[in-house]
């Protein structure tokens, strides 16, 4: 299915948040993730399923100042 993911269109079979976070390789601290619009807690990536066309915004945190 495609997916935007930080407004970039995505091809992806995962079909949970949490798929999609392994398959991304996400770090297990410091991200944030929103789906339309709405930000998903890490305890509910497992439940959170991914549509066709569903915008997903991935935030890092960054250190530095």
């Known amino acids: 299915m495609k997916i935007l993911i930080n407004n ?4 992806t079979e995962t079909k949970s948040l949490s798929e ?3 398959e991304l390789n996400l ?4 991200v944030a993730v ?7 807690p890490r305890t ?11 915008n997903v ?3 890092k945190a960054a250190c530095g100042g």
């Open 8 to 11: 970039k269109q995505t091809e």
């Open 20 to 22: 999609l976070a392994a």
């Open 27 to 30: 770090p297990e601290r410091g």
């Open 34 to 40: 929103a789906v339309s619009n709405k930000m998903v």
């Open 44 to 54: 509910e990536w497992e439940g959170t399923l991914l549509t066709e066309g569903a």
């Open 57 to 59: 915004v991935i935030i």
